[in-house]
């Protein structure tokens, strides 16, 4: 931020009018190369938002693992009327597949989790069924027990839940208890939890399902290894890089000046003499083109 505001002020003084004409188109090819580059160090930022939630805790979930990590991050809320986080990754003036690394990061940890949508209740006509309504309330059970088992299991990395309950009239002679299924994709194995414990808890949430009618599926994604060294070494290579080419790009600026005044100059010191000379042989000329005297002749 220092440098670029240093980099602004050098813009602001290049743009400050000078007596002298020609100062003042030097000062405009100055001004010119360094709008330029400025433009060019600008495309060269790398921020890109790699990720957007509605739920803070979820942002600052996002944000810890990713700082932990080592990677430049950034949790920014967004601007306007909806709530919301962006997960911003620095990539630095060059691009160098943080912001690729950080999304693999999130996904491997289950992040963002998908925004869940609830079924419609209300038909074209405005009126509800009641399948309807029964549709969306077990919609609403299952990510309620999505969320709790997200909270009170350790290592998970998603969760799905699917809760079938039988369609009980009062004309039936015979009750269908409910069931349900739920897949837990874990980052280890073996889990800190037993099967026993996340049927317990699904049951308590449903009534009359009961624990030996949830089947429990628990499978293993690994986290996958983080190039933190290949990112290092990647960094401090476009680092030389880019040292490299301001350097050469002040020295191709400094010879463009030095060449500039000199031609200046050069034209200049031409001016001059050429003035110079014109103005010698006017008097010459008045003093030869006058017809000389004879002796004895008056003048008139």
């Keep these: 931020m220092a440098f670029l505001c240093n980099y602004l002020n ?86 160098e597949g943080e912001a690729a690394v950080a999304t693999q990061v999130l996904n491997d940890h289950g992040l963002p989790r998908p925004k869940e949508v609830l079924p419609e209740t209300t038909s074209p006509y405005g009126m509800t069924s009641p399948e309807e309504v029964k549709k969306r309330q077990n919609r609403e059970k299952e990510i309620q027990i999505a ?30 208890p409910p069931t349900a299924s739920v897949l837990i994709v874990q980052k280890e194995l073996p889990p800190k ?31 996958r290894e983080i190039p933190l060294e290949k990112l290092a070494e990647q960094r401090r290579s476009r680092m030389i890089f880019a040292f490299g080419a301001g350097l050469i790009t002040l020295l191709v600026t400094a ?26 042989e006017i008097p010459e000329l008045a003093t030869f083109d006058r017809p000389a005297l004879v002796v004895g002749d008056e003048e008139d």
């Design 10 to 95: 050098i813009i602001l003084q290049l743009k400050k009018p000078m007596a002298n004409s020609r100062n003042n188109r030097l000062r405009r090819v100055f001004l010119s190369i360094f709008l330029l580059s400025g433009v060019c160090l600008l495309a060269a930022c790398g921020e890109k938002s790699i990720a957007t939630t509605e739920n803070e805790s979820e942002a600052n979930l996002m944000f810890d693992i990713l700082h932990t990590r080592g990677l430049h991050v950034e949790k920014n809320q967004k601007a306007g009327e909806k709530l919301g986080w962006d997960i911003i990754i620095d990539e630095g003036w060059f691009s």
């Design 147 to 176: 969320n709790h088992l997200y909270a009170g299991l350790p290592g998970v990395i998603s969760v799905s839940v699917v809760i079938a309950q039988p369609d009980n009239s009062w004309m039936s002679l015979e009750k269908t």
């Design 255 to 280: 010879l463009f000046a030095i060449w500039y005044m000199l031609k200046r100059r050069k034209r200049q010191i031409e001016f001059d003499t050429k003035q110079v000379t014109e103005g010698d």
């Design 193 to 223: 939890f037993t099967h026993a414990d996340v049927q317990n808890q699904v049951s308590g949430s449903v009534p009359e399902l009961k624990p030996e009618n949830i089947r429990v599926t628990i499978t293993q994604q690994p986290l």
